[in-house]
């Protein structure tokens, strides 16, 4: 059973379209994480929630913003996307409780942008 | 920078042979070293996972080898099989108490495994 789910799995928009990408979980983590993944590179953290705080990487362009109404759900929106954006986003969790552990990747959305 | 660097970019391998990926990492406040493996359109999903306190971790066919002196880690695949076929990916981080609380995973750039009949 899935327990990272993104929606939808694929998504074309058009250059300078706001869109917006959804992740649901159904593991009851603290800490949700947005990846973006372009062809034959590794994941890069855009940002996380850490409860409802909201921790963006320095180096995430403006462009992209977040969303988490609750511990479920999170939403990832792209404000103008250009063709550079197109990608795989990925979804994670993973517990806060002061050790190491497994985050949880979702499937992934992929993302054109025409 | 690259923290955590991965080789070789591509691999491929013949069944039932010995499949092994290096990394080397320069961040010593890493303490958590996770491998990922992803398969075409697919999300990562952890695969084996090791801390520094040990130099070796088994599970199945999947090898963690850890030299903690050198900063280097790589997973052997025993017996490799043709459903092996997919990208690995190695990863690091620190102690959640040293990120905020949570789990700051920093990625290899990916291996794309072939195993071949």
């Known amino acids: 059973d899935a327990m990272v789910i993104q929606n939808p799995r694929y998504q074309v928009t058009q250059f300078g379209k706001p869109v917006t990408l959804s992740c649901s979980q159904t593991l009851n983590h603290n800490v949700m994480y947005w990846y973006q993944q372009k062809s034959s590179q590794a994941p890069k953290l855009l940002f996380h929630?850490?409860?409802?705080?909201?921790?963006n990487e320095a180096d995430t362009p403006d462009n992209f913003q977040s969303r988490r109404p609750n511990t479920s759900f999170c939403f990832l929106d792209i404000r103008s996307p250009g063709l550079g954006d197109a990608a795989m986003y990925l979804c994670?969790?993973?517990?806060?409780?002061?050790?190491?552990?497994?985050?949880?990747f979702g499937q992934g959305t992929r993302l054109t942008v025409v | 920078q690259q923290q955590v660097k991965q080789s070789p970019q591509s691999l491929i391998v013949q069944k039932g042979g010995i499949s092994i990926i290096n990394c080397a990492y320069e961040?010593?406040?890493?303490?958590?070293f996770p491998w990922y493996q992803q398969f075409p359109g697919k999300g990562p999903a952890l695969l084996i996972a090791?801390?520094?306190?040990?130099s070796e971790k088994k599970e199945g066919r999947f090898t963690i080898s850890f030299n903690k002196s050198a900063k280097q880690f790589s997973l052997h695949i025993m017996d490799s099989q043709p459903g092996d076929s997919a990208t690995y990916f190695c990863?690091?981080?620190?102690?959640?108490?040293?990120?905020?609380?949570?789990?700051?995973?920093?990625f290899g750039i990916g291996t794309k495994l072939q195993v071949i009949p």
């Open positions: 929630y850490y409860d409802k705080d909201f921790n």
């Open positions: 994670a969790t993973s517990t806060a409780q002061g050790q190491n552990t497994e985050a949880f």
């Open positions: 090791i801390r520094p306190d040990v």
């Open positions: 961040n010593t406040a890493f303490d958590y």
């Open positions: 990863a690091a981080s620190p102690s959640p108490i040293f990120s905020g609380g949570y789990q700051k995973v920093t």
